[in-house]
């Protein structure tokens, strides 16, 4: 089969996050940025499936500005054949991604789109789900077990009451779990190699899609500050402080 995998370059997860002091967004500007986590799991699933011998081409594509090369090229070292970059200034709201990707897929015709569950920058979990109901595909999201069953896939899905396992006939759309996979760190010579694999640039123009957002980004404001803990000597003087801490709450 033939796999797509989406990959957005965002802040790393390392990284703490400032807010600019304008309030018009979080900070960017020589901040350490990679892959986001869950596409690594997408990127790390469609390898093994090539591994174990049901995928013959993967292709990732990421939308965004020029430098989320780096982001496509972390994925041709861990494996993927080939990348497409839809270069894309500013921000690209969910609607018109889902929207990209799905002019991609007609493209290239793939058997299954690999997708991760969430982008951990705006935290939007909407494009797989997007992406499909533009499609009319089947969705598994939030996987956390594919297995490929005769010519569809059985996918095992974190859900709030547990574990469920749906069958999902192909074309469709896998959204990632972090506990699908441990990504592998690539080793320096597929970072190497992953230099001279083929790596489309195309401006997001040439696809004729409106991006304009539909959405307008008021303000943006860190959380609130949490007082500091401190240090109880003995458990007495715990209980008398959480005592104290419920009498004040009910007086409230
Ligand atoms: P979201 O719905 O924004 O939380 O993102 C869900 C998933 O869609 C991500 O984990 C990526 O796999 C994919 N995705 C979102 N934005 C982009 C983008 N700009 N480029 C490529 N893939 C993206």
Same mark, same amino acid.
């Given at each position: ?175 990632? /779990? ?31 899609? /409106? ?42």
């Amino acid at each position: 089969m033939k796999i797509l995998v989406a990959v957005k370059r965002v802040v790393d997860h390392a990284v703490r996050v400032r807010v600019r002091p304008d309030g018009s967004g979080v900070e960017t500007e020589n901040v350490r940025m990679s892959m986001n986590p869950f596409d690594k799991n997408a990127v790390e699933a469609a390898v093994q499936l090539g591994e174990a011998g049901h995928a013959d081409e993967i292709v990732v594509v990421s939308i965004g500005p020029r430098q989320s090369n780096d982001v496509i090229l972390t994925a041709l070292a861990m494996g993927a054949h080939r990348g497409i970059l839809i270069e894309a200034d500013g921000r690209v709201e969910t609607l018109a991604v889902a929207k990209l990707l799905r002019a991609v897929v007609d493209e290239e015709k793939p058997d299954l789109v690999l997708l991760g569950k969430q982008a951990v920058d705006d935290d939007s979990n909407q494009v797989g789900q997007m992406l499909a109901g533009l499609l009319d595909w089947p969705q598994a999201t939030f996987a956390s077990e594919i297995k490929v069953v005769g010519g569809g896939l059985e996918v095992t899905r974190e859900v709030d009451y547990g574990r469920a396992t749906i069958g999902v006939a192909l074309p469709a759309i896998v959204t990632a /779990d972090l506990r699908l996979n441990t990504p592998r760190n690539a080793a320096l010579p597929m970072v190497m190699k992953a230099r001279s694999k083929p790596l489309a640039v195309r401006p997001v123009a040439e696809f004729g899609i /409106d991006v304009a957002p539909r959405l307008k980004v008021e303000k943006v404001s860190p959380p609130a500050e949490r007082p500091g803990g401190r240090k109880l000597g003995s458990v007495d003087e715990l209980a008398a402080a959480i005592k104290s801490e419920l009498s004040e709450l009910e007086a409230l």
